[in-house]
């Protein structure tokens, strides 16, 4: 079974449209919670254009499921995240012009940068996981500088055109679980999942977290965040593969 992790970030980026403090992502949290989220993921982005410093210790304070912390390995926000401790955090890339994350972390290239920064915050206990494209050589170079998991980048599979173009994202997606899993990862999925075509990529085997935002925080405005949640927790326990 797939486990749920919903990303509040997009409640914070109503707020800011204002600056004000409604939408709360705390609130959202709480809700998403009582959906049965088994995660909650925020963002705590450098420019802090949407998650804000205190919504992380809010988010650290009510949450009473895994919280998974997306994040650059900027020094400032490595040192939030080692005195935060949340359960999980995923590095990620991260560039100011780009409206969301765009692709996955290059670790092959910037090993050096990755590696200090990953055993720092292991030595606190936190979970890593690095969010890269399903390349293999990206997910044996992750394992070695010391990640526990991965999260597969879902977006060639969610903005396939085709067809043609879907199933070979999702037959790259199947063959990155099976590297992860060889290398000792657990693996995520995540990036441009909805309630449309969450199906086929929650068939593929091995997956065993998703991190959604987007798609729930749609529904959301229009069910409310509980049942946005609770009907998505529903399509992964009809479609996620059964374990071997
Ligand atoms: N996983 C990671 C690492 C992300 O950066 C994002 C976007 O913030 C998501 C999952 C969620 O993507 P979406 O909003 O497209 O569901």
Same mark, same amino acid.
């Given at each position: 079974m +797939?486990?749920?992790?919903? #990303?509040?970030?997009?409640?914070?980026?109503?707020?800011?449209?204002? &600056?004000? =403090?409604e939408?709360?992502p705390a609130?959202?949290a709480v $809700?998403?919670?009582?959906?049965g989220?088994?995660?909650?993921t925020?963002?705590?982005?450098? *420019?802090?254009?949407?998650? #804000? *410093?205190? =919504?992380? &210790?809010?988010?650290?304070?009510?949450? #009473?499921?895994?919280?998974?912390?997306?994040? @650059?390995?900027a =020094?400032?926000?490595?040192?939030?995240?080692?005195?935060l401790?949340?359960?999980?955090?995923?590095?990620?890339?991260e560039? &100011?012009?780009?409206?969301?994350t765009e692709?996955?972390?290059?670790?092959?290239?910037h090993? *050096?940068?990755?590696?200090?920064?990953v055993?720092?915050?292991?030595?606190?206990?936190?979970?890593? @996981?690095?969010?890269? $494209?399903?390349?293999?050589k990206?997910?044996?170079? @992750?394992?070695?500088?010391?990640?526990?998991?991965?999260?597969l980048?879902?977006?060639?599979?969610?903005?396939?055109k085709? *067809?043609?173009?879907?199933?070979?994202?999702?037959g790259e997606?199947?063959?990155?679980?099976?590297v992860?899993? &060889?290398?000792?990862?657990?693996?995520?999925?995540?990036?441009?999942?909805?309630?449309?075509?969450?199906?086929?990529?929650?068939? +593929?085997?091995g997956?065993?977290?998703?991190?959604?935002?987007?798609s729930?925080i749609?529904?959301a405005?229009?069910?409310g965040?509980?049942?946005?949640?609770?009907e998505?927790? =529903?399509l992964? @326990?009809?479609?996620s593969?059964? $374990?071997?």
């Amino acid at each position: 079974m +797939i486990t749920l992790g919903v #990303n509040i970030d997009h409640v914070a980026t109503v707020r800011q449209a204002r &600056r004000t =403090d409604e939408p709360d992502p705390a609130w959202a949290a709480v $809700e998403a919670q009582l959906g049965g989220a088994d995660c909650i993921t925020f963002h705590l982005r450098e *420019d802090r254009r949407h998650v #804000n *410093d205190r =919504d992380a &210790r809010a988010l650290k304070e009510i949450v #009473n499921v895994k919280l998974n912390m997306e994040m @650059s390995i900027a =020094d400032e926000i490595v040192a939030i995240a080692s005195d935060l401790l949340p359960t999980q955090c995923t590095l990620v890339p991260e560039k &100011r012009e780009e409206l969301t994350t765009e692709g996955g972390l290059d670790v092959i290239r910037h090993a *050096d940068r990755i590696a200090p920064v990953v055993s720092r915050l292991r030595e606190r206990g936190i979970v890593l @996981s690095a969010f890269i $494209e399903p390349i293999p050589k990206q997910i044996e170079a @992750s394992a070695k500088v010391g990640f526990q998991a991965i999260e597969l980048w879902t977006g060639s599979y969610a903005h396939a055109k085709t *067809d043609a173009e879907k199933m070979v994202a999702l037959g790259e997606l199947s063959t990155g679980i099976e590297v992860g899993h &060889r290398a000792g990862l657990e693996v995520h999925g995540g990036h441009g999942i909805t309630y449309r075509n969450v199906a086929d990529v929650a068939e +593929i085997e091995g997956f065993s977290e998703f991190n959604i935002g987007h798609s729930i925080i749609s529904r959301a405005m229009f069910t409310g965040m509980r049942e946005a949640v609770q009907e998505m927790k =529903d399509l992964l @326990s009809l479609h996620s593969a059964e $374990e071997m």
